[in-house]
């Protein structure tokens, strides 16, 4: 059983450029989260979708889009990167709109240079 | 908007000792989890709590939560070098418009020496 699994794991980009990260998960969990991790900051949300079709932005949504269209991907994009960006990003899911508990994948480490 | 405060943000011992984390708000919360996080790799879930008082053993870690469920703490019991990582404390609200959301802290990182 995979869990949660992000891709790439780690990625430069110079400023200005855009990328895709990847996230799926094999659980059928209807709850997917996009976070990113920077020191002495813990987890913040960016944006979460609670089913196939559906997003909503989070604590800090600027500078991302998401897309859900099939229920065991959530893609996160950064349209033109900065290096306010450079983070690692992690994926979450969960069964139910309960908060029981996460699957984290194991990260997405970028740097925009 | 929802505030975890955990404490302290560094914790260095020496193995065999005991050490205790801390996570404090000042709103309520319908649960509490502690994750554990290695360098590399997503945090992993180690415990939930739901109930105001309620008190969970995993081996050497105990967990409380807060009578008022605004407060937690994990409890390290004679700590060894596989203990070393961070720690994360976050709370989840129940409701129509929680979606499932958790507000983490910010993280304690335990270093334990041989």
């Known amino acids: 059983n995979a869990g949660v699994t992000q891709t790439p794991k780690f990625r430069v980009l110079k400023t200005g450029q855009s990328m895709t990260l990847l996230c799926a998960q094999d659980?059928?969990?209807?709850?997917m989260y996009w976070y990113r991790q920077d020191p002495g900051m813990g987890l913040r949300l960016i944006h979460y979708?609670?089913?196939?079709?559906?997003?909503a932005k989070g604590e800090v949504p600027d500078g991302y889009n998401v897309s859900r269209l099939k229920k065991q991907n959530f893609l996160l994009g950064l349209e033109s990167a900065a290096p306010s960006q450079t983070s690692v990003y992690f994926c979450a899911s969960t069964k139910s709109r309960t908060p029981l508990g996460y699957t984290f994948g194991s990260g997405t480490r970028l740097t925009v240079v | 908007t929802q505030l975890l405060e955990q404490s302290p943000q560094f914790l260095s011992i020496q193995e065999g000792e005991n050490l205790t984390v801390y996570c404090n708000s000042s709103s309520v919360f319908s649960s509490l989890q502690w994750y554990r996080q290695e360098p590399g790799e997503g945090p992993v879930l180690l415990v939930t709590?739901?109930?105001?008082?309620e008190v969970k053993k995993l081996k050497r870690l105990t967990f409380q939560f807060g009578d008022a469920r605004k407060d937690s703490s994990l409890h390290i019991t004679a700590a060894q070098p596989g203990d070393t990582g961070l720690y994360l404390c976050a709370g989840g609200s129940a409701g129509g418009t929680s979606y499932g959301k958790l507000t983490f802290g910010q993280g304690t990182i335990l270093t334990v020496h041989p």
């Open positions: 709590v739901v109930t105001g008082g």
């Open positions: 659980m059928n969990h209807e709850y």
């Open positions: 979708s609670v089913g196939e079709g559906t997003t």
